[in-house]
């Protein structure tokens, strides 16, 4: 199959319904392999840190579910734009699926920043560039959720948030190098692409064990809220009405 | 792509980039107003306001901690490294990761003879983690 037919598939939800049925359960199987490993490898077996002890295994979770709150906006961010410029009907339901998701990863990062500031930093929040842009973030989150529920009708609901995703796709960058350009109580980053990580392996192996599980964990649930979310808007279609009565398709 | 489409790509394209304009600018205009603190030398150099709310960080030099005989008041140096250098004293509990070396920030007010009179102070951790043992290494005390 070439990219552009693997695109005009993408058109068809029945399609898509059809052959994600495994991968949901592909994702969720190493999720859990991969979260059970890097978890019990983060908490149990790598070393304290010298500084902060046992309260820096927070980055565990942290790390990841920040990593996911923006990667699940950015991929917002393109179904946005493919909802707007080629009127795909599987893009608005990602739109659409994706945004309790990246809401709790938001909440979750600021939940678990919180908990680390005050044993670490003496404050459970700082108004510095990086915490207050991904408040911003979750603010995002929340406006996408409350504007799909305020348009009744679904076509326009769609199209209102696909503006609002795309546009605050300009706040992803702002996280990202929020600690680059400006003076934060924030560190850096602790995974760079062009160095190596600042610290040993045996603390960021099962880091990036975690990072990898959050996204199988991700691409789980987004495969399995799409796969209901289709059911849901083509309820009225014959294939629908056929797979309900018991009939394979 | 059809005209059609090309069009709808366009907008959607410049609408991004009219709000990541209009964002930069914003951004850059309030450049000073987004830094989190005063670094030593916009201290020194008096730039950060005189008896006026504000943050200010450094890194703890090195000896120059000193502590009252009795209660919890504290002196320290916030430094640079690089020349700019600031007393500042404080009465509390200082934060786990405060020590010599450190990267501390303090909110407060810097008075008028130059001493920073600090309400709160917290401790900026770096993106630097290690096992104790690694640091021994370092330190070059061995395991």
Known sequence: MTLKEFWHRLGSPRWFYQISGHFGWAFGALALGLLVIGTFWGLAVAPPDYQQGNSFRIIYVHVPSAILA???????????????????KLADMVLATTVPFGMSMTALALFTGAVWGKPTWG??????????SMLVLLFLYIGLYALRQAVPRQETAGRACAVLAV??????????????????????????????????????????????????????????????????REHGTAWVQELMAGGRT | MNPKRRNRLLIVLFLVAGSAATLALVLVALNDNLNLFYPPDQVVGGEAPVNTPMRAGGMVLDGSVARADDGLGVTFILTDYQGS??????????????????????????????????????????ETYMPPELVDIARGGGP
Request: with cysteine.
């Open chain 1, 70 to 88: 923006q990667s699940a906006y950015m991929l917002m961010g393109a179904a946005g734009l493919v909802l707007l410029v080629w009127r795909m």
């Open chain 1, 167 to 232: 546009v605050g796709v300009v706040n992803i960058p702002i996280i990202k190098y929020s600690v680059d350009w400006w003076l934060t109580l924030h560190q850096g980053a602790t995974f760079k692409l062009t160095e190596s990580p600042s610290m040993p392996p045996e603390m960021w192996l099962p880091l990036l064990v975690n990072v990898l599980g959050f996204y199988c964990f991700f691409g789980a649930n987004l495969v399995g809220r799409l796969r209901l979310e289709i059911l849901r």
């Open chain 2, 85 to 126: 250098a600031f007393t500042v004293a404080y009465s509390g509990i200082l934060p786990d990761l405060f020590r010599e070396g450190q990267g501390i920030l303090v909110q407060g007010k810097l008075g008028a003879d130059g001493v920073f009179q600090a309400r709160e102070v917290l401790a900026k951790h770096d």
């Open chain 1, 123 to 132: 404050a459970w929040w700082v108004w510095d560039a990086r915490t207050t």
